[in-house]
């Protein structure tokens, strides 16, 4: 199991998010995208899932509030854009999909 200070010690830019948060990033990455890794890099693919995530969320929090501000000042508003599953939207996801795509190597046959 990751640890919020495990992540942070890797992430140190994360430091502004509640422990609670990164902690549930981490478990919902473990249970939905790694549970079968038994890979040493599992550790390294729950971690960039769980960086994405919460990025994603910033992004997402931040269009919205660009969204509101621009509804009260009357200028129009903008949909927030981007979801989770989108891996090419953060660094993290497009490693993360690097990692996976290292480990998950099909094999090569030889004839």
Not at 8 to 29: D, G, H, K, M, R
Not at 46 to 55: F, G, K, N
């Amino acid at each position: 199991m990751v640890l919020p200070s495990d992540f942070l010690a890797v992430y140190p830019q994360f430091t502004v998010v509640e422990s609670s948060v990164i902690q549930y990033s981490l478990n919902f990455a473990e249970n939905n995208y790694c549970a079968g890794w038994a890979d040493p890099k599992r550790t390294d693919g729950i971690m960039l899932i769980a960086a994405h995530r919460i990025s994603v969320d910033w992004f997402q929090q931040a269009d919205i509030a660009s969204s509101v501000t621009g509804i009260a000042s009357g200028s129009g508003s903008s949909t927030p854009s981007g979801s989770e599953d989108d891996w090419s939207l953060t660094t993290y996801g497009r490693q993360y999909i690097h990692l996976r795509n290292t480990i998950f190597t099909p094999p090569i046959l030889v004839l």
